[in-house]
């Protein structure tokens, strides 16, 4: 009797675990499809394992997280570039001070906000986030200069991701 329970449970719960996991990326799926990018954003949420357990709310978090780490991946490029190009240092200087911006108060702010339920401020934070990678890449025309193609990408990622993020949460206002 207790074997006959078990295969009852074992069988059930193997069903039901896929459907589990369909219904979360059925959510992903319909999350992404209100984005200016479905395909960045269902590549960034079915990369991360939270996401198949995660409400809205954790989707918009995951998203914010993934603008972090495009923005700390930035600022290490910029002092990577501030070595090999003297000549655009002012321009990186800028640059880099927009990220630090992202990284120390846009992001940080925009978690708290989804984790103490008040997403409008997050999507500031985000939409922010946006704001400073285009500025950045704006910061190299008024020296004359053009951006190395490799920041022109990062800031377009960086924005890319914000935007992203701050659709997700505009779901939850």
Do not use: W
């Amino acid at each position: 009797m207790k074997l006959f329970s078990f295969l009852i449970f074992l069988s059930l719960h193997l069903f039901q675990a896929p459907l589990m996991v369909m219904a979360d990326r059925k959510l992903i799926e319909s999350t992404c499809k209100a984005t200016p990018s479905y395909n960045l954003c269902l590549t960034t949420l079915l990369s991360n394992p939270k996401s198949s357990s995660g409400d809205v709310s954790d989707l918009g978090l995951i998203m914010v997280g993934e603008t972090r780490v495009k923005a700390t991946q930035a600022i290490q490029h910029i002092k990577s570039l501030y070595r090999s190009h003297p000549e655009l240092r002012r321009s990186l200087n800028e640059c880099a001070q927009m990220y630090i911006a992202v990284v120390k108060a846009d992001v940080p702010s925009a978690i708290q906000a989804l984790d103490g339920g008040q997403p409008k401020f997050a999507e500031d934070g985000m939409a922010d986030t946006a704001v400073e990678a285009q500025a950045c890449e704006r910061s190299f025309s008024g020296g004359g200069h053009k951006s190395p193609v490799t920041l022109t990408e990062m800031n377009k990622g960086v924005e890319n991701t914000a935007n992203v993020a701050r659709a997700i949460i505009r779901m939850l206002l």
